[in-house]
């Protein structure tokens, strides 16, 4: 069994900081891209960042600049740094993971359970 789980939301005014985690547990056998997206309300949810086993990494236009992807594999945990945050970053945060679990040859997709993040003043 693998979990996801998340933690480091919650309410911060325009133009604060937040910084989310996502750690990994469970039977693990590698991971290998780890990344954060988000869902407002009526809305699809999208990508945020990713980064990959070895550190590439990836942004939404909308967040380059301001948000920072980092990972620590020796905890099998992710971060996402949300600096200068705006209202319209108000949103249920989602770890997503790319896991093989031990024993198993192949790899599956999970989830966390989501945190929200809400900006305003």
């Known amino acids: 069994q693998v979990q996801l789980v998340e933690s480091g939301g919650g309410l911060v005014q325009p133009g604060g900081s937040l910084r989310l985690s996502c750690a990994a547990s469970g039977s693990i056998g590698?991971?290998?891209?780890m990344g954060w997206y988000r869902q407002a309300p009526g809305k699809q949810r999208e990508l945020v960042a990713t980064i990959?086993?070895?550190g590439s990494t990836n942004y939404a236009d909308s967040v380059k600049g301001r948000f920072?992807?980092?990972?620590?594999?020796?905890?099998?945990?992710v971060y996402l740094q949300m600096n200068v945050l705006?209202?319209?970053?108000?949103?249920?945060?989602?770890c997503n993971a790319d896991i093989v679990p031990r024993w198993y040859?192949?790899?599956?997709?999970y989830w966390g359970q989501g945190t929200q993040v809400t900006v305003s003043s």
Request: aromatic share 10%; charged share 20%; net charge neutral.
């Open 30 to 33: 590698s991971i290998n891209a």
């Open 86 to 94: 705006k209202p319209e970053d108000t949103a249920v945060y989602y």
């Open 105 to 109: 040859l192949t790899h599956y997709n």
């Open 68 to 77: 920072t992807i980092s990972r620590d594999n020796a905890r099998n945990t």
């Open 52 to 54: 990959t086993s070895g």
